[in-house]
């Protein structure tokens, strides 16, 4: 009994330690993409663009956008 109850912590602190592994990055992906917008905000207070330049901006980063979505629901699906 007692050696089933080892194993099954073992258990339970892997899957903590993969858990705090996934947050950890998912912090880190959060910041890069906090201090882009962080730059394009400054970027554009300091000089703003053209009506038809912003529309392409926004477009361009809605892409980038769902991209970075589809990887991060797929390092999810791993995570246990």
Known sequence: MFKNNVRD???NVE????????ISLELKK???????????????F??????ED???T??????EESKMSDVS???NSFSI
């Open 15 to 22: 899957a903590i330690i993969k858990n705090i592994s996934t």
């Open 30 to 44: 959060m910041k890069e993409l906090s201090e882009l917008l962080l730059c394009d905000l400054i970027l554009h």
């Open 54 to 56: 912003l529309q392409e």
């Open 9 to 11: 912590h073992k258990l």
């Open 58 to 63: 926004e477009n361009s980063f809605l892409l």
């Open 73 to 75: 629901l797929a390092s």
């Open 46 to 51: 300091n000089r703003p663009l053209k009506t």
